[in-house]
């Protein structure tokens, strides 16, 4: 069987070689075998499986959350409609945030609309002046 050392692992996949040491303490990865002078060495599945959490990762779940996908995918029990409810889960959770950043959003669109523009001094800056009010809601 052939194996990868770890920086190619981690060049394959656009990570830094901590970043797989760190998976792998959080044991999401795991290397096949340790050559004699303690290099580890990944099988080629192993370039899947970081891309897997990678993906994951940048869709918003958590290392928790990636186990739990992975175990479902290795256990032989699960199928789509349960990859399927961990992401309509995803999204249920995320809702909630989505609505709080539009708020966010809106209220600095609401500031920005103020603002004078420039060549006017700091001192008739309205977006300032709001940071400094006293009594706000």
Same mark, same amino acid.
């Given at each position: 069987?052939?194996?990868?050392?770890?920086? &190619?692992? $981690? &060049?394959?996949?656009?990570?830094?070689?901590? @970043?797989?040491?760190?998976?792998?303490?959080?044991?999401?990865?795991?290397?096949?075998?340790?050559?004699?002078?303690?290099?580890?060495?990944?099988?080629?599945?192993?370039?899947?499986?970081?891309?897997?959490?990678?993906?994951?990762?940048?869709?918003?779940?958590?290392?928790?959350?990636? &186990?739990?996908?992975?175990?479902? @995918?290795?256990?032989?029990?699960?199928?789509?409609?349960?990859?399927?409810?961990? $992401?309509?889960? =995803?999204?249920?959770?995320? &809702?909630? =945030?989505?609505?709080?950043?539009?708020?966010?959003?809106?209220?600095?669109?609401?500031?920005?609309?103020?603002?004078?523009?420039?060549?006017?001094?700091?001192?008739?800056?309205?977006?300032?002046?709001?940071?400094?009010?006293?009594?706000?809601?």
């Amino acid at each position: 069987m052939s194996t990868i050392a770890i920086g &190619k692992l $981690a &060049k394959s996949c656009g990570v830094t070689i901590d @970043t797989v040491r760190y998976y792998e303490r959080q044991k999401l990865l795991f290397p096949i075998e340790r050559t004699q002078s303690g290099y580890r060495r990944y099988s080629n599945d192993s370039v899947k499986r970081l891309r897997f959490i990678r993906r994951s990762q940048n869709l918003g779940f958590t290392l928790s959350e990636i &186990k739990n996908l992975l175990g479902l @995918t290795e256990g032989g029990n699960a199928d789509c409609g349960d990859i399927r409810d961990c $992401a309509r889960q =995803k999204i249920a959770e995320l &809702k909630p =945030k989505i609505e709080d950043m539009l708020k966010i959003k809106r209220g600095l669109e609401e500031l920005a609309s103020y603002c004078p523009g420039s060549g006017k001094p700091l001192s008739d800056c309205t977006i300032l002046e709001y940071f400094y009010r006293e009594n706000q809601k």
